[in-house]
């Protein structure tokens, strides 16, 4: 990602680089360079939230809205920011959070279930278990799901795998429960 970084904030300048391909290698730059556009990365997991904290201009936390788990995320990004000997309180900080208004808390926690696999999956379970969800998860895809957890074309077939107890299949065994429970259900407006 570091590389990625810089690939970008070259292109950015206005900078050529080179791209190999299948045909060959392809030589190119932007038509129009704006080296202003800052780059926002998104992370969760402890590395890349600290490499967002030591390279980027603003940080998207992909992290839970839990104020332990944000705390451990904002936390990451200002040491990778202090290592990097950047003032961590000039980084601008996004909240990413995915959400639902249900009256059916049950339901909503089997659809969420696929994504809080596939954040453990991705290195996030120590920042679910921040916010008391806590997720087994196998390393690696899982049969029958394509490309994969979070982005998995046969949705239903994802929910039925994350909610299945097994010693291969994810689950997530809190989704629904504390935290979540509480804040699932809205108050009509008077």
Known sequence: MRDGIGLLRGLLRGEEREFPGPAGT??????????????????SGPKNLRLTGA????VIL??????????GAVARVREGAESAGRAADSLPLTVSAYCAVTDDVAAASRQLK?????????????FLALAGIH???????????????????DWDAAVRITSTRSPTAPTCGSCG????????RARKPP
Do not use: F, K, M
Not at 135 to 153: F, K, Q, R, W
């Open 55 to 58: 390279a980027a201009d603003g």
């Open 114 to 126: 696929p994504i809080c696999a596939s954040i453990a999956q991705n290195g996030g379970a120590p």
């Open 26 to 43: 392809v030589c190119s730059r932007l038509r129009d360079p704006a080296p202003e556009v800052p780059l926002h990365l998104a992370a």
């Open 62 to 71: 992909l992290s839970g809205v839990s104020p332990r788990t944000l705390a």
């Open 177 to 184: 429960t504390g935290e979540a429970a509480s804040t699932g």
């Open 135 to 153: 997720v087994d998860v196998p390393a690696g895809a899982v049969d029958g799901i394509y490309p994969d957890l979070v982005h998995a074309e």
